[in-house]
């Protein structure tokens, strides 16, 4: 099966600039989410939805991030206006069941940010 | 608050000798926990959950809530087992990661 899919692969602004992620799950996957993985640290959960619905952003720093999942499927993540600090892996993984950490998630490539 | 630690950032090893790859957790539920491994190259991927008590490509980790670890082991490493390894927790319906070992097998 097709894995997840993420886009672009690398991606180099400079500060207060703007920028956009793109994950496309693999099909028929429920939950979608989204990891922000700095250098030396393991992912961390920015946001997580279940089908078009947003389950969990406790971590996404609202005042410039936002992410959308249209129609339960693809998903998109945003940075306005980007920081110095926002230099890392952004990895998106999907999982099969809705509601349950538990089940297998499955990780895109991910995006390499580095804010300059 | 949910933590989990593995204290290590690199383990070398040569090619037929043990491996274990520490972590602990801090948890006050029950805690169902796993192994995340990504090689060169390729994508982060599950390992193996400890609910699954299976071993895969020989890897065994026992849950150990007296000690709150859950250790990884092999009992004899191999050259493609060099990868990145994270130990990771379900807890609240989301997974935390740890910080992740390299590990390094030398022929």
């Known amino acids: 099966e097709a894995g997840v899919a993420q886009s672009p692969r690398y991606k180099i602004i400079e500060k207060r600039q703007s920028v956009a992620f793109w994950c496309n799950p693999i099909?028929?996957?429920?939950?979608l989410y989204w990891y922000q993985q700095i250098l030396g640290q393991g992912p961390k959960l920015l946001i997580q939805?279940?089908?078009?619905?947003?389950?969990?952003d406790s971590q996404l720093p609202k005042d410039r991030f936002s992410a959308e999942r249209l129609k339960g499927v693809d998903s998109t993540l945003k940075i306005q206006p980007a920081k110095l600090e926002d230099s890392a892996v952004y990895l998106c993984?999907?999982?099969?069941?809705?509601?349950?950490?538990?089940?297998?998630?499955?990780f895109g490539p991910g995006t390499r940010l580095t804010v300059l | 608050a949910q933590r989990v630690t593995q204290p290590e950032k690199l383990l070398s090893v040569f090619k037929g000798a043990p491996v274990e790859l520490k972590c602990n957790y801090s948890?006050?539920?029950?805690?169902?926990l796993f192994w995340y491994v990504q090689y060169s190259r390729q994508r982060l991927q599950l390992l193996l959950r400890?609910?699954s008590r299976e071993s895969i490509k020989g890897f065994t980790a026992d849950l150990n809530k007296g000690e709150t670890s859950f250790h990884l082991k092999k009992p004899f490493a191999q050259e493609e087992d060099s990868a990145m390894y994270y130990c990771?927790?379900?807890?609240?319906?989301?997974?935390?990661f740890g910080t992740g070992t390299r590990l390094q097998v030398f022929p």
């Open positions: 400890h609910i």
């Open positions: 948890y006050s539920g029950s805690p169902e």
């Open positions: 990771a927790l379900s807890a609240w319906d989301k997974l935390i």
């Open positions: 099909s028929g996957h429920a939950t």
């Open positions: 993984a999907s999982s099969l069941q809705a509601g349950s950490s538990t089940d297998t998630q499955y």
């Open positions: 939805f279940q089908n078009n619905g947003v389950v969990d």
